[in-house]
């Protein structure tokens, strides 16, 4: 008779945990810098594609047996996906935010889906930089400045379009 009313402290227990770890959480938008004539926000979305692989199964010919046997095959395939980014850059420094499937399986950990970039360069017609996702995938960001073009090339690629995101406005799109 008592389980009822177990279960509705506890679930009251860990709504006040989450409310109040919630309200620790570090803000990203909050930034203070010192030269916001020198910051730049995108948000870009795209298509990519990475790697992956599949298990079939089918028939082959045993040679030994003179007869088709059973067989499992494992092979390696792509896979496409759709995503967004979110770049920040601020001077020679910069941060890339990456979702879902941009996001390896075995990664150096980022800071809540944010990664550093490192030798960022903006030019007038380009912006280049590299960012770690582990030891062995340090893909190269490219953004062409006069189409909003993007592209991200590591073990996984990902093409896509880039918007200004000028939040200090709040200008609509539409």
Excluded at 25 to 54: F, H, M, V
Excluded at 55 to 67: A, E, I, L, M, P
Excluded at 99 to 116: A, C, R, Y
Aim: charge should be positive.
């Amino acid at each position: 008779m008592n389980k009822p009313i177990i279960t509705a402290v506890v679930t009251g227990m860990a709504i006040a945990t989450l409310a109040a770890s919630g309200a620790t959480a570090q803000r990203y938008d909050d930034y203070e810098y010192e030269n916001a004539e020198n910051s730049l926000t995108l948000i870009c979305w795209g298509e990519g594609r990475k790697p992956g692989t599949s298990v079939s199964t089918g028939y082959s010919w045993d040679h030994r047996r003179n007869k088709f046997v059973p067989e499992t095959y494992i092979q390696n395939t792509t896979k496409e996906f759709d995503s967004e980014v979110q770049i920040e850059l601020h001077d020679d420094w910069g941060r890339i935010h990456l979702t879902g499937k941009l996001i390896p399986t075995i990664h150096s950990g980022g800071n809540n889906g944010w990664w550093e970039l490192d030798n960022v360069h903006v030019g007038p017609d380009t912006i280049t930089a590299r960012y770690r996702l582990n030891g062995l995938n340090k893909p190269r960001l490219e953004i062409n400045r006069r189409t909003g073009r993007m592209k991200i090339d590591g073990q996984t690629k990902f093409r896509g379009e880039c918007d200004q995101g000028n939040w200090g406005k709040r200008a609509n799109r539409f």
